[in-house]
Structures are given as C-alpha cells and as structure tokens.
C-alpha cells in the first residue's frame, strides 16, 4: 500500500451539480497533484498543490478548483458538472525533499448523468 | 508543452514472451522518465523510471532503456507472465519546479497463458 488515500469511492451526479472529492497524502509527502482519467486514456494532469498554494496547472476550465490543508490532504472541487467530465479522478502525493515519485491514489469514479 | 506519445496500443503476447513498449517525447529538457502499471480497477503503480544521467536501469525482468538524442525510451519485460497483463504508461518531466509528468495514452499488454 501506497499510503494514498482518496474519498468516496464511487460518486454519481447530474448535470450543472458541484462535486468536492477528498485525498490523503502519504505520510511524509508535502505535494498533491490531481488527475482526470477518461476511460482508456492517461492520467491528464489538472494541477499541483504545494505549500496549501496552487503549483502548476493543466488545461482545465477554471470550474475545476483545489484546496490543500495544513495537514497536506487535498481537495478538488468541480462546479456546473458536465457529461464529459465522467471519470476517474486520482490525486498522487510527492515529496519536495525526495525524488519526486508520485503516488497515486485508488481513485474516485465520478459519473454524471 | 510537453508531447509523449506510446506504441503500441495494445500487445499480446505469450506467457514466456518479451514485450516491449516504445515512447517518445518531444521536449529536450525533460530529464525524468517513470512507467506505471495499471491493472483493471487499480489505482497506477510505479514499476520502474529512469533518469537522464542514466541510459539504462534494471529490475529483475524490467528493465527501461532511454535515449536521449532521439528523445525515445522503452520499457521491456522479459519472461512474461499472465500477471503481467494491464495496462502500462509511461511518462516524462522535466525540472524547473515541482514534478508535473505528462503521461503517454498507454498500451494494453494482454500475456496468454
């Protein structure tokens, strides 16, 4: 086990809803990056937390917003739900004082209907 | 940005087979190059990386190669098992600030018993 840990599980949403999904870094790891993964792509970047401040972003509308806590855990936030927006969602932690390995978490699977 | 593209899209092979999955990136400053296994379900694992002082790193029956002046590199898995079977990304960085990989659209190793 990674140490990496995400919430809920499973999510199913409609259209024009908000969604807060939740991740736990491993112990020890100070940056949360957050993916999407449509069915049979790669992980798509979304962004980076580090230091509670946003560190990098990919190309995603400004509905998709983060938050990091003291603690490192995270949030990603998604508002107006679109049908396309229909994937999994990992967030991996890392650490600054190691190799920058990231680890990922088991994921979220959001649907919207 | 950064560009990985990854062939093939699927591989089947035999139990007992070597398999290998090409890369190629497009930018010359990327510097960190990981590979994940994702089985059906699971979250990404990371199996291997290499870095670019490297050309070469193996582990047991994985192994990846990189060469950076054709910006290409490969993972290779000898003595396959059914195991083996999910599906591999790979993934390339670069420096400048905290690790964000842009990941290749993965290849579906199917090993037949």
């Known amino acids: 086990e990674t140490g990496v840990t995400q919430s809920p599980t499973h999510l199913i949403k409609t259209r024009g809803q908000q969604v807060t999904l939740r991740c736990s870094s491993q112990s020890g790891h100070n940056t949360v990056s957050w993916y999407q993964q449509a069915l049979g792509q790669g992980p798509q970047f979304i962004f980076q937390?580090?230091?509670?401040?946003?560190?990098g972003r990919g190309n995603f509308p400004p509905r998709f917003s983060g938050l990091q806590f003291p603690n490192y855990s995270s949030e990603l936030n998604v508002n107006a739900l679109e049908l396309d927006d229909s994937a999994l969602y990992l967030c991996?932690?890392?650490?600054?004082?190691?190799?920058?390995?990231?680890?990922f978490g088991p994921g979220t699977r959001l649907t919207v209907l | 940005g950064e560009n990985v593209e990854q062939h093939p899209s699927t591989l089947s092979v035999q139990e007992g087979d070597s398999a290998v999955i090409k890369c190629t990136y497009s930018?010359?400053?990327?510097?960190?190059f990981p590979w994940y296994k994702q089985e059906l379900g699971k979250r990404p694992q990371l199996i291997i990386d290499?870095?670019?002082?490297?050309g070469e790193k193996k582990d047991q029956r994985i192994a990846v190669t990189l060469n950076k002046t054709a910006k290409h590199f490969s993972l290779h898995i000898t003595e396959t098992q059914p195991e083996d079977s999910a599906v591999y990304f790979c993934?390339?960085?670069?420096?400048?600030?905290?690790?964000?990989?842009?990941f290749g659209r993965g290849t579906s190793l199917i090993v037949h018993p």
């Open positions: 991996a932690s890392s650490s600054t004082a190691g190799d920058d390995t990231q680890y």
């Open positions: 937390y580090y230091r509670e401040e946003e560190n």
């Open positions: 290499i870095r670019s002082n490297v």
């Open positions: 930018d010359s400053a990327s510097n960190y």
């Open positions: 993934a390339a960085s670069k420096p400048g600030g905290s690790y964000i990989p842009t």
